[in-house]
């Protein structure tokens, strides 16, 4: 397989998110992520705030929970390791439904089409672990076979009241 | 010339309204008991998160006022939350840092780093509308009124008075399942009163 045919269009990611009643991004910013978040900062209905630390747009996400907007969590690999202890209390014992979007950083092209675990880079290796040593669930998205399951993370969070996170293997397409 | 986390939150209870009040810390223990409501939502335990809570309600509620009861330590943790509540800018928005200067105040009263650190300067540096240090209960009263009529976002520093620390001979606590089940509790009880609950 080309490198391309693991980029999964950032068009129907967009559109999955619409569907779930997305409306609102809190985000540092990811390497992986350009396309998405080209396309969501356009978006006139999706209110976007750029976050210092991943802490911050986390516990900005959940206020905007509260207040009655659907957001995501847009951040890479590293950013989510960053914010392990936010994570913990905002989408464990805070019992709010996050979906948290990370981009797979450092992942060799090599490794693409190849369990993450074969990744010769720790953040790439270790992400789906520590996501499911917290007991959250982690939905890999390799290739475009992979997008129903971005539906699922919402459905799963929303019925459990507890965050996840879709993992991006690979650049979403510009398209 | 300084108050305690009491009386600050009682003057703070008097004028909030229907004011969104995100706490964390001492300001936590003393707006519980001043103020109870359903519009509280605790940080517990996650020191720091007050102010970005606050700003994500404020995105989500732009009509009503939002209070943030911070810690001084608190905010040092999350220093960057000023430059995105400064960039949004809620109008009805007040920052309120409880200064002590310690860590687990009354508890263990630590050091905190940053003894030349300016809470207002760095605020208005970010951003914000307004900033001033308020020292005692009778100008916390007098300055509040302005602040809730005019646009925010505004930074109040509030000279707290350190407590007595626990001696050796206090033990420390088991905390309670409480300490560890309010946040999701309370945001529940705050999306039922604003009607956002699903």
């Known amino acids: 397989m080309a490198n391309s045919d693991y980029a999964v269009p950032a068009s129907r990611v967009h559109d999955i998110l619409r569907d779930k009643g997305v409306n609102a991004v809190t985000t540092v910013p990811d390497f992986i992520q350009f396309a998405l978040h080209d396309r969501l900062r356009a978006d006139p209905d999706v209110t976007y705030v750029e976050c210092a630390a991943e802490n911050q747009a986390l516990t900005t996400a959940m206020g905007m929970y509260i207040g009655g907007l659907e957001p995501i969590i847009m951040v890479q690999n590293q950013g989510l390791f960053n914010c392990i202890n936010t994570l913990r209390s905002v989408g464990i014992d805070g019992q709010t439904p996050l979906v948290v979007f990370a981009g797979a950083f450092g992942r060799e092209f090599s490794n693409l089409g190849k369990p993450l675990a074969e990744s010769r880079r720790v953040m790439v290796n270790r992400t789906q672990p520590v996501v499911e040593g917290l007991g959250l669930p982690f939905y890999h998205i390799e290739t475009q076979d992979d997008l129903p399951k971005i539906a699922t993370a919402f459905d799963r969070a929303r019925a459990d009241k507890r965050a996840a996170v879709v993992h991006f293997g690979y650049y979403p397409a510009w398209t | ?198």
């Open chain 2, 1 to 198: 010339m300084s108050m305690n986390n009491y009386e600050a939150c009682a003057v703070i209870h008097k004028h909030r309204g229907d004011a969104l009040i995100t706490n964390t810390m001492s300001a936590m223990m003393a707006i519980t008991a001043v103020s109870p409501s359903p519009l509280n939502l605790a940080s517990v335990p996650l020191m720091g998160g007050a102010s970005c809570l606050g700003l994500g309600l404020a995105i989500a509620q732009p009509g009503r006022p939002v209070m943030v009861l911070d810690g001084d330590s608190s905010l040092l943790l999350e220093l960057g939350s000023l430059a995105q509540i400064a960039d949004v800018a809620p109008a009805r928005f007040i920052h309120f840092v409880f200064n002590n200067r310690l860590q687990f105040s009354g508890v263990a009263n630590l050091d905190r780093p940053g003894r030349h650190v300016d809470f207002c300067a760095m605020a208005l540096a970010a951003g914000y509308a307004s900033a001033q240090k308020i020292g005692t209960v009778d100008a916390l009263e007098q300055s509040l009124p302005a602040l809730l009529d005019s646009d925010g976002p505004h930074m109040v520093e509030l000279e707290i008075i350190a407590p007595e620390k626990f001696t050796k001979q206090t033990p420390q606590i088991d905390f309670p399942d409480l300490q560890f089940t309010r946040m999701g509790a309370e945001k529940a009880a705050m999306m039922e009163a604003l009607g956002t609950a699903r």
